[in-house]
């Protein structure tokens, strides 16, 4: 009667119906027993050992099914009188087993094998919080015995990569990582390399290495390496396979040395010769930079001319030659001397109608053509000049002096624009052009210039040789084991601990130095500082885990039109590339923010960003800004407009500067966007409100060279301008200082202020804000809660099938490069968080991290809502006093 209940109900009767079959089986068995002890013959179906529990010879294992084939489960127990499946939970009718039977002839115990069939169907219409699984239940005269659980998966591969690699152009010896993420498959898909079709055995070349996540390293790239790279991924059901990626290997070109000097031509010249061989550029490799060939001429009595040596040349000659130039020099003098009197008479006469004389004394012993008479000019090279030079920072450089005015001065160029100009009848471009190389981005020389003043009269801007040098800022901490972070307070540099990067009981005095100095960096060809140059150390120190070191930069960030690169000092002074930011590298890694660059690094050092611009389109980031101060002349109000590199410390230097001069903020500083294009920079006063002030001559519109803004290697720029009142009770001034590239971005900074210091209204500049302690330790100094920090770690850390690991975990902080440096270390997760809180320093913004966990999937708690429960005391306080 129960077995036409169980057939009449289906399987939901089974299932009622089997648990007490089971009991049934085990009263009979023991009913057996007791009546085996009275001498009754045992059933066949008894085991022939009362009294044991069922041991499972074979139990279910886990099982795919493809496309629509059903899979079997099996299991076999001895002793066992039956055995039973129950799958998620319910017993699977007992006419779906396939059971049979047989006897262990070592102990003499009866085996039971059973099997079932699971359909695609069955695992379909199951919706539970886990897989479809089965078990097995066997009963013996004892008891009960249950198997492993077995899942029952649906297999599938995707057809689409979650990434495919990506060709690469490398140099020879470089570093090549491909990466790729197969489709999403059950089970997940193996990787496998091919090159031109080929597969790629790397336990045959130690060179590659195809084990770091599916991703394919090449360590040294050699021309071999060039070639097609296809991913190949393949479970059970399919076979997929990605885009290819072609690589290729290239060689730079080099020179020979340089051949020795030929024999003297008739022409007084001798050739070098070099080739560009050594060794010649492969496979799109770059041409070799700088001339193949040059030329010298002739001396020492080797050059002949006429068939004749020089020194048997007659003298009468050479002085008649000397005299024409003599004479010819003399000449040009006079007609110069004449034309510049009518000018100036000319331009007296212009100003004559506003009743006042605008050119005194001042202005001509200002002007450098007149400030040295008696000075013989260099007749080798041609120079023109016309109005103050825009200067340099002049701290920590001797002032111009007047033999030094007629110096060559590389890449100078000098535009003024005023009545004086065009009543002589000169060209609006008075100007001097450096040798410039086409092609390149010309380069500055190492000059420093400061300001022309002209004898017995006031200095435009005051003499700062008594103001003390600066070589170094520096700051310093003691750190231990639970780590913490080291701040420059409004530089922008700052330095992270991790916890445990210092082992336990140790700890270390560490420092951090910005040089204030000369860069000791010197840039190669188009190469320019974005950076100051940091420090930090010391150099002997070793960490069990990367610190975090953040730079500011002044680059306006693309991969267009930057190539921009992390280089550190050698213990010889020399400075060696250590990656560029778009490279792969298992040694270091570059994040690249707007403002700074977050490095992580395991060695302490000095270092530096450089960047090499792509284009004409890439841009430099400065920051303009006015001060102005009273001069010793009560009458006189000096003007300083200072174009610096966009970092905080460029501009903190800017401002101490000025606070021992006297100067005042007139503006709040702007960004202006400055492109390497090679057109310079023009600073113009506008807007002087007339008959209350006059501006100097020759100094309302100043340019200066690209070259001297692009390579200013964070050394601040200023321009001075001087104005005078006309009398002493105007002490209101408003103009307008525009500061443009030609053709490019213009800002115009609007100076309206008060001359006398009690009318004044102060103008703050509010710098970012750092910590006024420079170092925090132990859970303080970091944003997100130790235990957390813990939780996520061990979550992610553990690598997931459908990829939520923590490599999702990168993506969601936007980390999408270079992930074969995280895959390197012991824990990837924790390692990303602290990248994340060097970047979040400021910040803090701990409910953005937890909204990228909510995404993943792998947790549902606001880190911000996280109760007093579920962290320690010192976590605890810590999160209240950050909002959290």
Not at 373 to 400: A, F, N
Not at 836 to 855: F, I, K, N, V, Y
């Amino acid at each position: 009667m129960g077995r036409a209940a169980a057939a009449g109900g289906g399987a939901g009767g089974a299932r009622r119906w089997l648990p007490w079959l089971g009991l049934c089986f085990w009263a009979a068995g023991a009913a057996a027993a007791r009546g085996a002890d009275n001498g009754e013959a045992l059933p066949e179906s008894i085991p022939s050992a009362p009294g044991t529990l069922p041991h499972f010879i074979e139990e279910p294992d886990d099982a795919y099914i493809i496309k629509s084939n059903p899979i079997a489960l099996r299991c076999k127990a001895r002793p066992a009188m039956q055995i039973f499946f129950k799958c998620n939970g319910e017993w699977v009718h007992q006419n779906e087993h396939v059971s049979e039977e047989s006897l262990d002839e070592s102990s003499g115990l009866k085996v039971r094998e059973v099997f079932i069939n699971v359909t695609r169907q069955q695992v379909e219409d199951f919706h539970g919080p886990e897989d479809y699984w089965c078990q097995c239940v066997a009963w013996s005269h004892l008891g009960t015995s249950k198997s492993r659980k077995a899942s029952v998966r649906i297999a599938y591969l995707r057809k689409n990569f979650e990434q495919d690699p990506q060709g690469r152009e490398v140099p020879i010896e470089g570093m090549i990582v491909l990466h790729c993420r197969p489709p999403e498959g059950v089970p997940a898909a193996e990787v496998e390399w091919l090159k031109n079709e080929e597969p790629i055995d790397s336990e045959q070349d130690e060179n590659i290495d195809t084990r770091a996540d599916h991703n394919l390293i090449i360590r040294q790239a050699r021309l071999s390496d060039s070639g097609n790279y296809t991913c190949m991924a393949a479970n059970i059901v399919a076979k997929r396979r990605s885009l290819s990626a072609t690589v290729v290997v290239y060689v730079d070109g080099s020179w020979e040395v340089w051949s020795e000097w030929s024999v003297c031509s008739p022409e007084c010249e001798h050739l070098r010769i070099r080739e560009c061989t050594a060794p010649p550029p492969r496979n799109g490799g770059k041409f070799c930079e700088g001339l193949s060939q040059e030329s010298e001429n002739c001396t020492d009595g080797l050059c002949i001319l006429d068939k004749k040596p020089l020194h048997e040349i007659k003298p009468q000659s050479i002085e008649n030659a000397s005299d024409i130039a003599l004479y010819s020099g003399l000449g040009a003098a006079v007609v110069a001397v004449a034309v510049l009197v009518i000018g100036v008479t000319l331009y007296r006469r212009s100003q004559s109608d506003y009743g006042v004389d605008v050119i005194d004394s001042s202005a001509l012993t200002g002007n450098p053509l007149l400030l040295n008479s008696s000075m013989q000019p260099d007749l080798t090279v041609s120079r023109t000049y016309s109005g103050p030079i825009c200067l340099q920072d002049p701290l920590d450089k001797e002032l111009m002096t007047e033999s030094s005015l007629f110096n060559p001065l590389s890449d100078i160029k000098v535009k003024v624009q005023s009545s004086f100009m065009v009543s002589l009848g000169v060209s609006e471009r008075a100007e001097y052009h450096g040798k410039n190389h086409s092609g390149t981005f010309p380069h500055g020389n190492n000059r420093s210039f400061s300001t022309m003043h002209p004898r017995n009269k006031t200095p435009y801007i005051q003499n700062l040789s008594s103001l003390p040098t600066r070589t170094e800022l520096r700051t310093t901490g003691v750190f231990g084991h639970l780590g913490g972070r080291l701040v420059m307070p409004n530089t922008g540099v700052s330095l992270l601990i991790p916890h445990g990067a210092i082992p336990e009981e140790n700890s270390w005095e560490i420092y951090m130095s910005i040089n204030q100095g000369e860069p000791s960096l010197q840039s190669d060809g188009s190469e320019v500082l974005l950076s100051p140059e940091v420090t930090c150390g010391p150099p002997d120190m070793t960490v069990t885990t990367p610190f975090a070191l953040t730079i500011p930069h002044c680059a306006d960030v693309s991969s267009e039109h930057w190539n921009i690169h992390l280089k550190k000092r050698t213990q010889q002074g020399k400075w060696e590339e250590v990656m560029s930011v778009e490279d792969e590298s298992t040694s270091c890694y570059c994040l690249l923010d707007p403002f700074a660059c977050h490095v992580l690094l395991d060695s302490f050092g000095t270092y530096a960003l450089t960047g090499e611009p792509i284009t004409d389109c890439a841009v430099k980031q400065l920051k303009v800004a006015v001060f102005g101060c009273m001069s010793c002349n009560s009458l006189d109000y000096n003007l300083r407009v200072y174009c610096v590199d966009n970092t905080p410390w460029a501009f903190q230097e800017v401002v101490s500067d000025e606070r021992h001069q006297g100067g005042q903020l007139l503006e709040e500083p702007k960004l202006l966007h400055f492109k390497g294009n090679t057109f310079s920079l023009q600073i113009s006063v506008l807007d002087i409100p007339p008959f209350l002030w006059r501006i100097k001559p020759f100094t309302a519109c100043q340019e200066v060279p690209f070259s001297r803004v692009w390579c200013s290697n964070q050394q601040p720029l200023h321009c001075a301008f001087s104005l005078e009142r006309y009398t002493p009770t105007t002490t209101q001034l408003s103009c307008k200082i525009c500061i443009r590239q030609l053709k490019g971005h213009e800002q115009i900074l609007q100076v309206q202020t008060s001359i006398l210091e009690s009318e004044r209204e102060t103008i703050t500049f509010f710098a970012q804000e750092d910590s006024t302690f420079p170092a925090q330790t132990g859970p303080k100094a970091f944003k997100i809660p130790y235990s957390i920090r813990q939780r996520i770690c061990a979550t992610f850390d553990t690598p997931n099938a459908k990829g939520k690991d923590w490599q999702m975990l990168a993506q969601k902080n936007s980390i999408n490069r270079n992930l074969s440096y995280f895959a390197t270390q012991s824990s990837p997760s924790a390692v990303i968080l602290n990248l994340w809180e060097a970047r979040h320093q400021h910040d803090g913004d701990l409910d953005s991290l937890a909204c990228a966990l909510e995404e993943i999937g792998r947790t549902h708690t606001k880190l911000s809502n996280i109760t007093e429960s579920q962290l320690d005391e010192a976590d605890f306080n810590y999160s209240r006093q950050n909002g959290l």
